[in-house]
T-cell receptor, first 113, second 112 residues
């Protein structure tokens, strides 16, 4: 069965410094992986997706993620944090059988002025 | 705008009551998913429908049921409501290929 593990429940960074949100996945097959963001009292917005094309995936708002099969990781990065990046971030894997989306437990990103 | 519409946005009801949440998927998407987001449980997958048929079931209580209609909209029915059912309920839709799911803005249910 597929699953994702988000290694940090909370991450704090200063504005202008790099962001790293970590995600490991478990999958018997080549997975489809996604990062979603949820701002307070808002819905879920797709940041980026990996679907077995390029291993370095660029998303919206300057975010990117690298699929590393050898490490079973799909970490989300951004070179320079902005105050508006403060939100909860979810790593998601799509099940190969039923195609349901399996969410990690989320990482809450705090950006300090 | 994701193209997925959920109604109502907010719902306040009493314990023991029954409510229906509605979801209209993006045009052309055959799959609909329901998720429950609460503070203590995170984002929990409830159920998935594909073109009117149930495809996958997650942590859905027996008091909850769902269906997808011929026009592809879906309804989630929650009955005998308890205080612990208070949560944000999301609907999402997707196509068949390994594309992303598109989420609605959610229905915030408060049981008092």
């Amino acid at each position: 069965a597929q699953s994702v593990t988000q290694l940090d429940s909370h991450v704090s960074v200063s504005e202008g410094t790099p962001v790293l949100l970590r995600c490991n996945y478990s999958s018997s097959y080549s997975p489809s992986l996604f990062w979603y963001v949820q701002h307070p009292n808002k819905g879920l917005q797709l940041l980026l997706k990996y679907t077995s094309a390029a291993t370095l995936v660029k998303g919206i708002n300057g975010f990117e993620a690298e699929f590393k099969k050898s490490e079973t990781s799909f970490h989300l990065t951004k070179p320079s944090a902005h105050m508006s990046d403060a939100a909860e971030y979810f790593c998601v894997v799509r099940s190969s059988g039923t195609y349901k989306y399996i969410f990690g437990t989320g990482t809450r990103l705090k950006v300090l002025a | 705008d994701s193209g997925v519409t959920q109604t109502p946005k907010h719902l306040i009801t009493a314990t023991g009551q029954r409510v229906t949440l509605r979801c209209s998927p993006r045009s052309g998407d055959l799959s609909v998913y329901w998720y429950q987001q609460s503070l203590d449980q995170g984002l929990q997958f409830l159920i998935q429908y594909y073109n009117g048929e149930e495809r996958a079931k997650g942590n859905i209580l027996e008091r909850f049921s769902a269906q997808q209609f011929p026009d592809l909209h879906s309804e989630l029915n929650l009955s005998s409501l308890e205080l612990g059912d208070s949560a944000l309920y999301f609907c999402a839709s997707s196509g068949d290929r390994p594309t992303e799911a598109f989420f609605g803005q959610g229905t915030r249910l408060t049981v008092v």
